[in-house]
């Protein structure tokens, strides 16, 4: 009998079984994956997510991983372009990129150094319940019988389409249909000024420098272009690419070095995030379109607030339906202005005039221009940025100068 059951070992899984495990729990994680394995996911960690492998003492591994600090970030609009960098108020004000073959075996050893006994390569069928609560899991080992395994609670870090979620019914809210789809590739070659973005009317473009010398080039299109985009990937990649000359001459100089990777599944949504024996981490409790780059961080995030929640329970200082429900509560709040941004931003429309007028004003103003970054990183308040009088603030500023 174990006291947590982690399903899913990667941003979300891992650094929760990790946390609980220093805490003195014992906990099982297990994946179907074998890692190091890549996944359909660039890989832009902000400043947010960094602070957290900081706390976690693993920030010291990604950047000695041959990954390259990225100093500057780069949105660009057409006619005009956001340079910078998110303010830190914690002090962390690395930002890196790690492919996720790196950035998920971190974790896992992590997890595993910490005292989680792992289980890979094992699949989970469904969660066992006895009168109506959780209580542990039934899968199986590659190409073995079933296997149950049971547990005080069983944590869901089993992605978008998660087993668990679906196994006790996790109510879905707030959804949204698919806005964008995605393909990318990695380059070497390249040389890049830090992460460079290019926002065009329904497109977006771009990437991070990532490990071994290599640079992600990832193009966006809407979603409902998917098939289109599918039916010719490297001619409408590149064509896409043209949409900023000189990064595209920038591209076409350097080699692709792998194949193109896409997805179009890409859902919006919250769900219910827990019930009798049972609590959801990373996207099986949340997602959105990866467009803001926001998820890795989020995942890392809910890791820390559900292994508090989860420690407060089991050493008896709040009942556990209590504790998970304000993480659940706290979680939701935290995130819900970055969900309507970043659905705002995925439509790939091009921004409205005020809209326009407020970031090319920004584009002048460079502490402006990096509390702007600080709201996509998550280290400067979303409705305290976009709030009325700070607008104004801005506007008057940016005419005064
Ligand atoms: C195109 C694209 C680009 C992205 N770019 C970024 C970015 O730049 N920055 C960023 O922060 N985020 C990005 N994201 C989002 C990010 O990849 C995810 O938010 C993140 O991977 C979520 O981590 P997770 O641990 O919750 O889930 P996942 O990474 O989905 O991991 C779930 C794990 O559960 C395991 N699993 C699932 N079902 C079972 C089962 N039945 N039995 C056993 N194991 C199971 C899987 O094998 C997997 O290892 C991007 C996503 C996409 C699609």
Redesign the pocket.
């Known amino acids: 009998m174990y006291d947590v059951i982690v ?8 650094p929760t079984a990790m946390l609980l495990a220093r805490k003195g729990y014992r906990t099982l994680v ?4 074998l ?1 190091p ?1 890549d ?8 400043q947010t ?1 960094t602070a957290s492998l900081k706390r976690w003492g693993l920030l010291e591994r990604v950047a000695t991983s041959n990954c390259p600090l990225i100093s500057k970030v780069t949105f660009d609009f057409g006619d005009f372009a956001l340079k910078g960098l998110a303010p830190a108020p914690d002090g962390v004000t690395e930002c890196y ?1 790690p492919r ?1 073959t790196v950035l ?1 075996k971190i974790l896992v050893d992590a997890a595993v150094e910490a005292g989680a006994e792992l289980r890979e390569r ?4 469904e969660v066992l319940t006895e009168n109506g609560q959780v209580v542990g899991i039934r ?1 199986h080992s590659q190409g073995g019988s079933a296997i149950v395994e049971k547990a005080r609670l069983v944590v869901g ?8 979620a679906r196994s006790v019914g996790a109510a879905m809210f707030n959804a949204r249909p698919a806005l964008t789809c ?1 393909y ?1 590739s990695y380059w070497s070659g390249v040389t890049l000024d830090g992460a460079q973005l290019y926002s065009r009317p329904q497109r977006a473009i771009g ?2 420098p990532t490990n071994d010398g290599l640079v992600l080039v ?1 193009a966006g299109w809407t979603n409902k272009e998917f098939h289109h985009f599918r039916s010719n990937i490297e001619a409408n990649f590149f064509k896409t690419l043209e949409l900023a000359p000189e990064y595209s001459e920038r591209v076409r100089a350097g080699k692709r070095e792998e194949h193109f ?3 179009a ?2 859902p919006n949504f919250f769900r219910k995030r827990h019930g009798p024996g049972w609590v959801l ?5 949340y ?1 959105k379109d ?1 467009i803001t ?7 890392f995030r ?1 890791a820390e607030l559900v292994s508090e929640a989860i420690d407060r329970s089991f050493t008896g200082r709040q009942p556990l339906e209590q504790s998970l429900d304000a993480y659940e509560q706290r979680r939701n709040q935290e995130v819900s202005a970055m969900y309507d941004f970043t659905c705002d931003f995925a439509t790939l429309a091009p921004p409205t005039e005020e809209t326009r007028l407020l970031l090319t004003t920004i584009s002048k103003d460079r502490e402006e221009t990096n509390r702007y970054l600080g709201t996509i990183a998550g280290t400067v308040s979303i409705p305290e940025f976009f709030a009325p009088e700070n607008v104004q603030r801005i506007l008057s500023k940016g005419a005064a100068a």
């Open positions: 399903v899913g070992a990667r941003c979300a899984g891992s297990v994946d179907q994956t890692f394995k996944t359909i996911s660039t890989h832009i960690i902000w997510g990129a996720r998920d094992f699949t989970l069928e899968g870090a089993d992605g978008a389409h998660s087993v668990v995605w990318y990437g991070p990832a990777r896409g997805t599944d890409i981490v990373g996207d099986a409790a997602h990866p780059a926001r998820d890795i961080s989020d995942a809910d």
